[in-house]
């Protein structure tokens, strides 16, 4: 029986996507909708179907231009208070990362708190975040100005500033989850997305539509010079804007109906701001498509261009006044937007007698008027698409399936309705590796009589039900329907990890790798665990780039880690100059992986007017898979240093140190470390007329025990974190050989408050004992610069002392390139020679300073102007470099 529904004018475009539309699903987790053309019928669609296959209608394209793109939140955000959601979004460079977080189902809102949550200049590093490493990994400061890295003898010469592992692992948090659960594809994201890239090696623009969404999005952001080439089937991917900066283009070859193109791309640079070579590099690139980007302008249906005068493609600190600035753009261009909405459709529309009623047919009698309640006016493919899912969830034991037939002169859509088949049995496929609560939920239906529409939407609501947020790999991949014998063969992926493989490692041992890796095989994935993984395997500065991949076939997941391995000879030079140390420099010669296992081996050479030394060592950070560490060092030392009495000045002295050292620790995992050390030294003191008190030459045998917690976010100039330490060591005369016995105990903690963005809070506290047989050369030593200004380094040594201090640092606002910073510092110091003797009050020494500071890439560079009382002295001081 046929309900006849009123006449309903269609437009033309969606008469003739459904003549053209395939019917294919681009979901894996549907039953086959057997979507195929019924006799009498031109084209026949099923409720199943995903998307329309016919070009989309409204199409989003974002273009590049560095940090002015964030004006691109501000339109998403007035399409979406319009409630327009585009049907595709294509992007280029910051277009792409923009566009590709809306694409993956964020927000505007979501968008711009992530966006304010980023350090930007940050992500111009490929310094592993310190957090990351292991305490013994934190140990090795960086001392270096300059370094080379070694490919045999020849200088490796690196493509770009960083190869931008930090701004994909930023990717890879909000978008890991989201492209597994799609399979890679982002046509079945819940906007379909392109990012556009350029391929080097040929000079073409490359459309990326499948594959991993966080490297397609980091691809299309990777600026020559700036960022290295992303290396994907055999392609060298750059940033799209070399080839396409407003894909407009792309829109239209998709079939768009209407292109919404937001161009935010820079005006050419102007002289000032050309020194860096990729900002030449970008001015090039800017010249050499302006022609082309007026063209790619015109095309665009309607053109939102935000007045981002004087805004800079590196100016990061605007993120709110260009929100705002794109938001007040988009909304002066709704009402065209609405227009070519409308228009896209009326320039298409066919007269109503070529497409003469939509009926409704195969429903009981009684059920007719009920559907009509249900059934929209079908404007739209995807109209259709939903009045079929709305049908199919209300009568889920009937097949629905859109048809149109009839001839030129009345033609028809009809939704058209049909008792479904029964399910006899359904087999979950791999039984045995799922929750038996699953196995239940997916047989009872059965027991009571379901259809197949119907057990699709039960096994639609267990995915719902089931759903695990931080496993994306568990769930329902595909349905086999054996019609003959009404068998469905449910297939779910379990969501565990079958194996791991690593690639790209030509140096280093794969276990390397792997220990870092908390996922195991056999194991249920977890996005957490694998995002873990990767910082990891990062932070232990063998890879310029680690990328993470799961392969999904039969129900089975393997975990591919692809690694880009650096070159691991490294010379390294350092120099640094100080009012109290004179001028020193080192040249050091380093293997960062011996022999794979990423094992440290240096050999290193300092000279300067009060210092000597050589030095060479082997430095383990890891032992195997265990969390055991491991260094030996073999060194010279030579230091000179002045002599005080009573704040006076009377000679200068030398301590020559020779031996070894060999420390084992265990790690507890990045957060600390208990170390075990063997020291065997010779020590010598001298001084240039043979008049220095203390001097001789003794033997130096000692075990100690140390322990370490250094939580510090960054060096210099921490923000936030602790740095606590102590260790016990007993110099052995009878076991070991030592001259003396004697024994010694330190303690120091320190920690970092941030107070704002701006002012940071730094309280320390020191405090070391040893007994009346501690050896001079083992004294604690204080003064200096950065250890208690006001007094000349080392001024001031004992048996025991105890140090407070307290340091308050601002963080200037400036547009220069280098932070600076003004500290005040108050220290309070009490220095013993003897353990035993009474403290006093009186016997304290108070320092007030100021420092001015700034961070650049030679070190720290600080002035520092310091009062010591009750001795009412003044000290200034200058350094420039890192210490070492």
């Not at 493509?159 to 592992?165: D, F, I, K, V």
Request: aromatic letters at 10%.
């Amino acid at each position: 029986m046929s309900g006849s529904l009123p006449p309903t004018r269609l437009f033309v475009g969606v008469f003739l996507a459904l003549c053209v539309f395939s019917g294919v699903s681009g979901a894996t987790n549907r039953i086959p909708s057997q979507a195929k053309s019924q006799p009498g019928c031109q084209q026949t669609f099923a409720a199943g179907d995903s998307r329309p296959t016919g070009g989309p209608g409204l199409v989003l394209v974002l273009s590049g231009g560095g940090a002015r793109g964030f004006a691109q939140i501000g339109v998403l955000k007035a399409l979406e208070e319009a409630h327009l959601q585009p049907d595709l979004i294509v992007g280029t460079s910051i277009g792409a990362v923009i566009g590709g977080l809306f694409a993956a189902g964020y927000s505007a809102e979501e968008i711009l708190r992530f966006t304010r949550q980023v350090d930007w200049n940050s992500l111009f590093s490929d310094r592993a975040a310190r957090q990351e490493q292991v305490v013994s990994q934190k140990s090795m400061l960086r001392k270096h100005i300059f370094q080379i890295r070694l490919n045999g003898l020849t200088p490796y010469i690196p493509p770009s500033l960083t190869y931008g592992q930090r701004i994909l692992f930023l990717l890879y948090r909000r978008l890991l989850g989201a492209n597994l659960r799609v399979g890679g594809d982002f046509d079945r994201l819940p906007i379909a997305f392109r990012a556009i890239a350029t391929d080097l090696t040929r000079g073409e623009r490359v459309v990326l539509e499948r594959g991993d969404l966080a490297e397609a999005i980091c691809a299309s952001l990777a600026f020559p010079l700036l960022f290295a080439p992303f290396e994907k089937e055999g392609k060298l991917l750059v940033d799209g804007g070399i080839s396409d900066n407003l894909p407009v283009d792309v829109a239209r070859d998709l079939g768009a109906g209407c292109v919404l193109a937001v161009d935010v791309t820079a005006p050419l640079r102007r002289p000032e701001n050309m020194r860096a070579p990729w900002e030449i590099a970008d001015q090039v690139t800017t010249i050499m498509m302006r022609e082309r980007l007026a063209a790619l302008r015109a095309a665009a249906d309607v053109l939102v261009r935000p007045d981002l005068e004087g805004v800079e493609s590196t100016d990061f600190r605007l993120l709110d006044t260009l929100v705002q600035r794109g938001y007040r753009a988009m909304r002066r261009q709704l009402p065209r937007l609405q227009a070519c909405l409308a228009r896209m459709n009326q320039e298409t529309a066919h007269p109503p007698d070529l497409l003469a009623k939509v009926a409704l047919e195969g429903l009981p009698q009684d059920q007719q008027s009920l559907a009509g309640g249900i059934l929209n006016s079908p404007l739209s493919p995807r109209q259709v698409l939903g009045d079929l899912a709305r049908l199919q969830t209300r009568w889920p034991h009937f097949q629905f399936r859109a048809c149109i037939r009839g001839d030129v002169t009345s033609r028809e859509l009809v939704f058209q309705a049909q008792p479904a088949p029964g399910v006899k049995r359904v087999t979950l496929m791999p039984a045995s590796r799922l929750p038996d609560s699953l196995v239940l939920a997916v047989q009872k239906p059965v027991n009571e009589g379901i259809s197949l529409p119907a057990l699709r939407l039960w096994l639609d609501s267990l995915q719902t039900a089931f759903q695990q947020p931080d496993n994306p790999l568990f769930r329902l991949e595909r349905v086999q329907w054996d019609s003959a014998s009404g068998v469905a063969i449910v297939h779910w992926n379990p969501g565990r990890v079958d194996a791991i493989e690593v690639r790209g490692n030509r140096t280093t041992r794969p276990y390397v790798v792997l220990r870092e890796m908390p996922l195991k095989p056999g194991a249920p994935f977890s996005l957490r665990e694998a995002l873990k993984g990767i910082q990891n395997i990062y932070s232990t500065g063998l890879f310029y780039r680690v990328l993470l991949h799961v392969q999904t076939s039969g129900g089975r997941n393997l975990l591919r880690i692809t690694v880009k391995e650096r070159d691991y000879t490294v010379l390294q030079m350092g120099a640094r100059v100080s009012s109290e140390r004179k001028s020193q420099g080192f040249l050091e010669l380093l293997h960062e992986n011996f022999l794979g296992t990423a094992t440290r081996v240096s050999l290193l050479g300092s000279v300067g007017e009060l210092v000597r030394k050589a030095e060479a060592s082997i430095f383990s950070f890891r032992l195997f898979r265990t969390y055991l560490t491991s260094r030996l060092r073999l060194y010279y030392h030579e230091r000179w240093d002045d002599y005080y009495q009573a704040f006076r000045f009377q000679q200068d002295y030398r301590i020559i140190r020779r031996g070894f050292r060999f420390g084992l620790g265990q790690q507890i995992a990045r957060l600390g470390l208990i170390l075990a050390e063997l020291r065997w030294e010779t020590v010598q003191v001298t001084s240039r007329d043979g008049t220095f008190p203390y001097e001789g030459k003794r033997r130096v045998r000692s075990f100690r025990i140390s322990s370490v917690v250094d939580r510090r976010d960054r060096l210099p100039f921490p923000r936030r974190g602790i740095y606590n330490r102590w260790f016990w060591e007993t110099g052995s005369q009878r076991i070991l050989g030592s001259s003396r016995p004697f024994l010694r105990l330190f303690l120091a903690l320190e920690s970092y408050h941030p107070l704002g963005r701006r002012l940071n809070l730094h309280p320390s506290v020191q405090f070391g004992t040893g007994d009346l047989t501690v050896p001079f050369t083992e004294w604690y030593f204080v003064g200096g610069q950065h250890d208690f200004p006001g007094l000349h380094e080392r001024e001031l040594f004992g048996r025991q002392f105890l140090k407070a201090g307290l340091d308050w640092r601002y963080q200037l606002s400036w547009r220069f390139p280098l932070e600076g910073f003004l500290v005040a510092h108050y220290g309070l110091l009490g220095v013993w020679r003897r353990p035993d003797e009474a403290i006093r009050w009186k016997d304290f020494k108070h320092s007030a300073s100021f420092s001015f500071a700034l961070n650049s890439f030679l070190g720290p560079i600080e002035m520092t102007i310091a009062h010591l009382f009750p001795e009412d002295r003044n000290l200034v001081y200058f350094s420039l470099g890192f210490q070492f």
